[in-house]
């Protein structure tokens, strides 16, 4: 059953692949966003990335299992801080969850997303490719991805709720972390923009995506950067097809700083790439053999262990 599913992506792939080299022979009408070009405030950390993944892929796992923290990303060895999981975040309406905790050392506040399930995983991938887009609701000359507009703001409120009453059971907490792999990334983003612009916190935002694809055009990546942080890791494993998506042919544009792990078979190698979002000798270097593969098994950890 697995196998006819991914030779039903490898197809799909191929074809977005192909209709991509089809519509992209521009590739130097690339917009230069007008960054502040800030670096992040905090060094790239391999020990906070694994940690920060591991809280991603919590959110593929059942809520029982997240609320009593045994998933087996919970436990995956001992670098992974324990979660006092506050919250919940669902709606069945979209499929969308995710949940808030805090650290057992009481100094983080830790808010993560799920991204897409395997049984829709195609159709998303399909989709990426033919977006629709709408103004942002908190700066309307901003364009982002309907779908994920819409996915965080039915959960918005109970991220606003969940958050406020995360923030009053943990005053000795000093930082906010949101985290998400795939969609679940693309949701990180909504949200700590919705956050920061609904003022729910003054602490500092650290962000981390894995694999995610890409939210909004420039005018949103500007808004972004100049409202609400520079500590955001950009995390593309390899030829992960899904942060090619959808292309900038069609007006989108990533956050930054991406950090590309560009060699499979040594995983701690990397490069930190150039504030603009879309560095073009990190991932946006890659033209062909993009794959789904490596979108399922960050660092060849699974997302499938729960
Ligand atoms: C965690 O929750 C599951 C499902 O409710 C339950 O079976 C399991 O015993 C619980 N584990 C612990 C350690 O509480
Ligand atoms: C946990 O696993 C990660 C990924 O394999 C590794 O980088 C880290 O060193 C491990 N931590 C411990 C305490 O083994
Ligand atoms: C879930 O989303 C639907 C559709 O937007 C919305 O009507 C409903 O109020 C949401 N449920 C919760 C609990 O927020
Ligand atoms: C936020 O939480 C505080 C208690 O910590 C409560 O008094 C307040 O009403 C809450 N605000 C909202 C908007 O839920
Ligand atoms: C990838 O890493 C392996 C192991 O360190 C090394 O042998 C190989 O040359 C690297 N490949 C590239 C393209 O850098």
């Given at each position: 059953m697995?196998?006819k599913?991914?030779?039903?992506?490898?197809s799909i792939?191929?074809m977005?692949i192909?209709?991509?080299?089809?519509?992209?022979?521009k590739v130097?009408?690339?917009p230069?966003i007008?960054?502040?070009?800030?670096?992040?405030?905090?060094?790239?950390?391999?020990?906070?990335?694994?940690?920060?993944l591991m809280?991603s892929?919590t959110?593929y796992?059942?809520?029982?299992?997240?609320v009593n923290?045994?998933?087996?990303y919970?436990i995956?060895?001992?670098?992974?801080?324990?979660?006092l999981?506050?919250?919940?975040i669902d709606?069945d309406?979209t499929n969308?969850f995710g949940?808030?905790?805090?650290?057992?050392?009481k100094k983080?506040?830790v808010?993560s997303f799920r991204?897409?399930?395997?049984e829709?995983l195609d159709?998303?991938?399909?989709?990426?490719?033919?977006p629709?887009?709408e103004?942002?609701p908190?700066?309307?000359?901003?364009?982002?991805h309907s779908g994920?507009?819409?996915a965080?703001?039915?959960?918005?409120?109970?991220?606003?709720?969940g958050?406020?009453?995360t923030?009053?059971?943990?005053?000795?907490?000093?930082?906010?972390?949101?985290?998400?792999?795939?969609l679940?990334g693309?949701l990180a983003?909504m949200?700590?923009?919705?956050?920061y612009?609904?003022?729910?916190?003054t602490?500092?935002l650290?962000?981390y995506t894995?694999?995610s694809?890409?939210?909004?055009?420039?005018?949103?990546?500007e808004?972004?950067e100049?409202?609400v942080i520079?500590?955001?890791?950009?995390?593309?494993?390899d030829?992960?097809?899904?942060p090619?998506?959808?292309p900038?042919q069609?007006n989108?544009?990533?956050?930054?700083t991406?950090v590309?792990?560009?060699?499979?078979?040594?995983p701690?190698q990397h490069?930190?790439?150039?504030?603009?979002?879309?560095?073009?000798?990190c991932?946006d270097?890659?033209?062909?053999?993009?794959?789904?593969f490596e979108?399922l098994a960050?660092?060849?950890i699974?997302?499938?262990l729960?």
């Open positions: 697995f196998n599913k991914v030779w039903t992506l490898v792939i191929f977005i192909t209709v991509n080299t089809v519509i992209s022979t130097n009408d690339q230069t007008k960054y502040k070009n800030v670096p992040s405030e905090i060094p790239f950390s391999m020990d906070s990335m694994f940690l920060q809280y892929y959110a796992c059942i809520p029982e299992q997240i923290w045994t998933c087996p919970c995956y060895n001992s670098s992974v801080t324990p979660l999981v506050t919250q919940l709606n309406s969308t949940f808030i905790g805090i650290t057992t050392d983080s506040i808010i991204g897409t399930e395997m829709s159709n998303w991938i399909t989709n990426l490719n033919f629709k887009s103004p942002y908190g700066f309307p000359g901003a364009l982002v994920f507009n819409r965080y703001r039915n959960v918005r409120n109970i991220v606003h709720s958050l406020n009453f923030l009053g059971v943990c005053p000795t907490c000093e930082k906010l972390i949101i985290t998400g792999h795939s679940g693309a983003i949200a700590a923009t919705d956050i612009e609904s003022q729910l916190t602490l500092p650290e962000m894995f694999g694809p890409r939210v909004g055009d420039v005018a949103f990546a808004y972004f100049s409202t520079t500590n955001y890791w950009r995390i593309v494993y030829h992960d097809l899904v090619h998506l959808p900038m069609l989108f544009y990533h956050l930054p991406e590309w792990f560009n060699n499979a078979s040594d701690s490069i930190v790439c150039n504030p603009t979002g879309e560095d073009p000798s991932s270097s890659l033209k062909v053999a993009l794959n789904v979108h960050y660092f060849g699974s997302k499938d729960c």
